[in-house]
């Protein structure tokens, strides 16, 4: 009798382990061919990015990562830190450069004090103090005189910044960026453009933090 009850035993926990494993073997095999799926439609142009109609030529080997931002702009001030972090980690071949928005007067003077802090070859320093006093600390800096004392607390010279401000090298930068804005068609800032084609914005990234990974995938499109 006790024969009998081990081999029934026996033969029931059998068929238990052979249907768990079945089971298991289902699971995964949906599961696999889900993450295929995933992988394969993870993001589809006019939906989550959108594809220039006219692709703009590119300074880098690589793929190039643009920002089109501007520091009166909130959402491109919450979205730094989590940008420049995402861009320290960047591979060689991939480069980043930002261009400035001008859709209105106090775009372009922000768009002019960036590119006039870039010709000083002071603007790594200075980019998040442009940033923070526009936003964090309040203050009033949207004309020369003004952006030019607030500089100089931090070390800048207040001079060469009036000098500079309005060279011809600053009003050259100024229209190429103009240009470039045109041709991004951007509803808004921040937005980055991929490698001069595809066009991503918080809206169908679903939300900056999306932007970066859709502007990933791109990245990696783009070096197939």
């Not at 603007?123 to 964090?136: E, R, S, T, W």
Request: net charge neutral; with cysteine; aromatic share 12%.
């Amino acid at each position: 009798m006790r024969m009998v009850l081990t081999s029934m035993w026996r033969n029931e926990m059998t068929s238990v382990l052979g249907a768990s494993l079945n089971w298991f073997r289902r699971c995964a095999c949906v599961a696999l061919i889900g993450l295929s799926l995933g992988v394969s439609a993870q993001y589809e142009s006019g939906v989550h990015y959108i594809e220039l109609p006219t692709p703009l030529s590119v300074s880098s080997d690589g793929v190039e990562i643009t920002e089109y931002f501007s520091y009166a702009c909130n959402h491109c001030y919450q979205f730094e830190p989590s940008l420049a972090a995402w861009v320290a980690k960047l591979p060689e071949d991939v480069t980043f450069t930002r261009t400035p928005a001008m859709w209105n007067d106090t775009y372009r003077f922000f768009a002019q004090t960036y590119y006039t802090l870039r010709a000083m070859d002071v603007l790594d320093k200075m980019h998040l103090q442009v940033f923070n006093a526009v936003h964090l600390e309040r203050r009033n800096i949207m004309n020369p005189k003004a952006m030019a004392e607030f500089l100089a607390e931090l070390g800048v010279d207040a001079i060469t910044f009036g000098k500079v401000f309005t060279s011809f090298g600053v009003q050259a930068s100024l229209q190429q960026a103009e240009a470039r804005g045109l041709a991004y068609r951007a509803t808004g800032v921040p937005t980055l453009i991929v490698n001069g084609k595809y066009r991503v914005e918080s809206r169908g990234a679903g939300g900056t933090s999306g932007m970066l990974t859709v502007a990933e995938y791109l990245i990696n499109l783009e070096k197939q």
